[in-house]
């Protein structure tokens, strides 16, 4: 089946560590976004690609890196950098060229401090 | 500055009932808007969407209604099951911006729980 894949779907981060959460689709999608979800809070978009090797930030690009080497992967590191990382995560795609075609999400990384 | 809110913030309805939810939006110009529905620790999943031209969307027991004039769009949901308790998130996408990427502005969402 496609879809897109994130894990781990929990994960624990201690002080002055980065992480990384996986992100990978086979729905042979060009864009793919990052997303940080926050109760009370709509979703805030932290990265985005518009297509291999090229990636832009979002509204709360500070304190997270991604890279996109390849099509079906698009990887998020937290670093120590953020200050404040707890939160969901959800990372999603969708085909470019077609604003109503809908963005296919993950089922998200729940990221928490030890 | 672009806004998208929801009301009411949460709701709980027994099973078989129908309710409506609420969103309205400041996003200028406007391109389409949509509705997601999203699982509790799951991933958001579309229902529909309208573009400024359509006013009436059906997806099974989901409908969602679009005033563009008043910047309004409601999704209705008729006879209620417990497999609707879930989160309604209200997403609207601006047009004509430059950048490319992501013009989308998300509401905070609908907590709805189903009972017995």
């Given amino acids: ?82 200050k404040n990382p707890t939160a969901f995560y959800l990372c999603a795609s969708k085909p470019t060229g077609n604003s109503n075609q809908p963005q296919h999400f993950g089922d998200g990384t729940r990221l928490s401090i030890l | 500055k672009n806004q998208v809110e929801q009301s009411p913030q949460s709701l709980i309805i027994l099973e078989g009932k129908n309710c409506t939810l609420q969103c309205n939006y400041t996003v200028s110009p406007f391109s389409n808007l949509r509705w997601y529905k999203q699982d509790t620790g799951r991933g958001p999943v579309s229902l529909t969407i309208m573009t400024f031209s359509e006013n009436t969307k059906s997806n099974g027991r989901y409908t969602a209604t679009l005033d563009a004039d008043t910047k309004q769009s409601s999704l209705h949901i008729t006879a209620s099951q417990l497999s609707d308790s879930a989160s309604y998130i209200c997403v609207v996408r601006g047009a004509g911006l430059t950048g490319g990427g992501n013009k989308l502005t998300f509401g905070t969402g609908t907590q709805l729980k189903v009972e017995l």
């Fill in chain 1, 1 to 82: 089946d496609g879809g897109i894949t994130q894990s781990p779907k929990y994960l624990f981060r201690k002080e002055g560590q980065n992480v990384t959460l996986s992100c990978e689709q086979n729905l042979n999608h060009d864009a793919m976004y990052w997303y940080r979800q926050d109760p009370g809070q709509g979703l805030r978009l932290i990265y985005y690609s518009q297509i291999v090797n090229d990636f832009q930030k979002g509204d709360i690009a500070e304190g997270y890196s991604v890279s996109r080497e390849k099509k079906e992967s698009f990887p998020l590191t937290v670093t120590s950098a953020q």
